[in-house]
């Protein structure tokens, strides 16, 4: 199932150069196998000190480069990227064990976002403000300094790209974390595009939480963001808090799809399966819609369509161009996935799919697609993020207590509903406690439009010009003269 295609650089990168650490290495594993494929050297101290320099250094130049010299290498970046899709998506298959489909798909939405940021450049404008005669007042937006982004394992090269975009472009310099499971893309990244910006502007330093909290309490850092669980969101605002960073958090979910008694119910079901991304992570989404609440009138025949069509996908080699889904990234993911489908039972939910390891695919990290039944919303499996392949459907009778239970958890991140009747999705919309709310759709992002979560779900928005300008600090001026 898979070996390191090429040879990866040694090291990590910053100020324009790989350097060895002399810091523990990070052994990585593919999922699919269990066996180790690679090891990277991990940021220490030293590193990140030096990488903070570094960064600093090559923030001043990045400032005073026009905006649309920004533009060229941007798009210059996303070019070099989309030129290495196949090898950049079978690195993040053999290392997620996500499916190949689904990662080369990653490297168009990264290619995509590098260019739509890329095209934002003339829009880091200011404003004037009329303060009277004699007076000109004008505010402009000048770039926070230098930018960690912590990202996770379930979309590591994507992540890495879209999120080094949007600072990058406001004229910032950026350290990229990726997850310490999933390191091995942004190696790549690093050397394909690290040499296209001035030395410092572009830099990836593989580690773990002990390495995000470096990032989020180092003094030299302006801004961190974090996209993770919601335990790691409180950490790094917790550990950001002495040097007052701005934070930015793209955290979990526990994604609620509500089919009301007139919605399309074969097309209800579809974006059922699709809201969970089996195809893509194995469900490893924070915007899964992992709890499925159908009308009682609807409920028996959609509870046997879902258990159908979950039990149609079948897990396979993530490297293989003809598997659904790949496996989960992680052995922590595996028993995380495997102990919740425990859960569920010994509380009383129905399964009524999957549940069970392919004997096959015993060697890896697979479990089959699950769908749980007669689920409660009091239940664990209904309010904690499992992060893998588990769907809980709910049923309800009375609107009150539906949005009751949709908002009933501690996130906010997406929604999905589901009917004909134009006035009870507006309403449900307006009711609904959630930051990307989709209507008869679940799942696609839109180019430019907000993405981001209320609650523990997060702060702040992403993949919109909002996120770019997040990245820059407003600067008024006041100016007295002679009139
Ligand atoms: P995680 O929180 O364990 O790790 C995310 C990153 O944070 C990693 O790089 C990790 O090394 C780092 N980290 C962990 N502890 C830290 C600490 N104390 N200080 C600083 N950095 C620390 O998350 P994960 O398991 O890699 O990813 C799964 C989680 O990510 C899920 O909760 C999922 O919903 C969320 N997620 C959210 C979005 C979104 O856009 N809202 C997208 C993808 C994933």
């Known amino acids: 199932m898979g070996t390191l295609p090429n040879k990866l650089p040694q090291g990590v990168y910053y100020g324009g150069a790989w350097h060895r650490s002399s810091s523990q290495q990070i052994p990585v594993y593919s999922p699919s196998t269990g066996q180790e494929v690679a090891k990277v050297d991990s940021a220490g101290e030293e590193e990140l000190e030096a990488a903070v320099k570094a960064a600093t250094a090559g923030q001043k130049i990045w400032a005073k480069t026009i905006p649309l010299e920004r533009s060229r290498v941007m798009r210059e970046a996303a070019s070099k990227i989309k030129e290495h899709k196949e090898e950049l998506a079978r690195l993040d298959a053999l290392d997620s064990g996500n499916s190949l489909r689904g990662m080369l798909f990653d490297v168009d939405i990264a290619v995509t976002l590098m260019e739509f940021f890329a095209g934002l450049a003339t829009e880091i404008k200011g404003e004037t403000v009329p303060v009277g005669a004699g007076k000109v007042n004008y505010v402009v937006r000048e770039p926070v300094g230098v930018v960690a982004r912590i990202v996770p394992f379930n979309h590591p090269l994507m992540f890495a790209c879209a999120k080094l975009a949007p600072p990058i472009m406001a004229g910032n310099s950026v350290i990229i ?45 302006a801004s961190v963001s974090v996209v993770g669980s919601a335990a790691t ?13 701005h934070v930015s958090l793209e955290l979990g979910g526990k994604n609620a799809l509500v089919m009301f008694p007139d919605a399309d119910v074969e097309k209800a079901v579809q974006s059922a399966v699709k809201g969970m991304n089996l195809p893509w992570t194995a469900g490893q989404s924070c915007g ?27 897990p396979g080699d993530p490297l293989s161009p003809s598997t659904e889904m790949g496996c989960l990234s992680t052995r922590g993911q595996y028993d995380k996935v495997r102990g919740y489908i425990e859960i569920a039972q010994n509380e009383g939910a129905r399964m009524v799919a999957g549940g ?29 993020e499992v992060f893998g392949p588990v769907l809980s459907v709910l049923k309800w009778s ?64 992403e993949e919109c010009l909002g996120e770019m300008l997040s990245y820059t600090e407003q600067k008024n001026v006041n100016i007295t003269f002679e009139a």
């Open 233 to 245: 969101g409180r950490a790094v605002m917790r550990q950001a808090a002495d040097t007052l960073k």
């Open 288 to 314: 899964s819609t992992s709890r499925v609440f159908v009308h009682e009138s609807l409920y028996d025949p959609v509870v046997d369509q879902l258990a159908a069509a979950f039990d149609a996908v079948k």
């Open 356 to 384: 069970d390891v392919p004997e096959e695919l015993s060697h890896g990290f697979f479990v089959r697609p699950t769908v749980f039944a007669d689920v409660t919303p009091d239940m664990r499996i209904a309010q904690e």
């Open 177 to 221: 974390k990726p997850s310490e499971e999933t390191p091995l893309s942004s190696l790549k990244v690093a050397e394909l595009i690290g040499g296209l910006f001035p030395p410092g502007v572009l830099n990836v330093l593989n580690g773990g939480p002990d390495l995000g909290a470096g990032l989020s309490t180092h003094p030299g850092i």
């Open 398 to 461: 009375d609107y009150d207590s539906l949005i009751e239970a949709v908002n009933g958890v501690d996130y906010g991140l997406t929604a999905s509903v589901w009917t004909r009747d134009i006035s009870q999705a507006m309403r449900a919309v307006d009711d609904i406690c959630a930051g990307y709310v989709w209507v008869n759709n679940s799942s696609d992002h839109f180019l430019g439009t907000p993405y981001g979560g209320m609650k523990q779900s997060g702060i702040g928005r």
